[in-house]
């Protein structure tokens, strides 16, 4: 079984608001709502993560405008800019059966009928109402569509042999 992420990513700095060091932030959560509900994130050092406690956080349409402890100049959130901010994975809601795409990247893609391997889970895309799985099946991808018709289950490892159980239609493998 593979160990999990104590951090996971969970939005970039866009851009500056203002000049009392807000900055514009693009969720990387399920909504920008669980972005700007959280009461501290992190940035990335090396392998060290450096607390950023928020003071306010807000939505605005699809961004979050956010400031931190510690931050109150043009000049400090200019510094925040491309910066990716993690979320430590129990600030994180989850809903029951809901796992964090960056847990099911890497695992393998099982055929549920036959127990062959389609591929590893490369990619994650969420193009419209439903994410759409990318599949690397050696040097070709495909996609799968993640609702409940091809998505069968996901296995870490307890009760069968780790993977995400799927049942494709014919002419799906050819990307």
């Excluded at 990387?28 to 972005?35: E, F, G, H, N, T």
């Excluded at 928020?54 to 800019?81: C, P, W, Y």
Aim: charged share 25%; glycine share 10%.
């Amino acid at each position: 079984m593979r160990e999990k992420q104590a951090y996971l990513e969970c939005a970039m700095a866009v851009n500056t608001h203002g000049v009392k060091g807000g900055v514009r932030l693009a969720s990387r959560c399920d909504s920008p709502a669980v972005l700007a509900s959280l009461k501290t994130m992190y940035l990335r050092e090396g392998n060290e993560y450096r607390a950023m406690p928020v003071v306010h956080a807000s939505v605005q349409k699809n961004m979050v405008l956010a400031t931190f402890a510690g931050i109150d100049t043009l000049e400090g959130a200019v510094a925040l800019r491309d910066k990716v901010f993690y979320a430590k994975r129990e600030d994180l809601p989850l809903e029951e059966g809901a796992h964090f795409v960056a847990d099911l990247l890497g695992l393998p893609v099982i055929d549920a009928d036959s127990g062959d391997v389609c591929g590893v889970l490369e990619d994650v895309t969420f193009p419209g109402a439903h994410p759409v799985y990318v599949v690397r099946d050696g040097e070709r991808s495909f996609m799968i569509p993640a609702v409940p018709a091809f998505i069968l289950d996901i296995s870490f490892g307890q009760e069968k042999p780790e993977g995400i159980y799927v049942r494709l239609i014919e002419g799906m493998r050819e990307g």
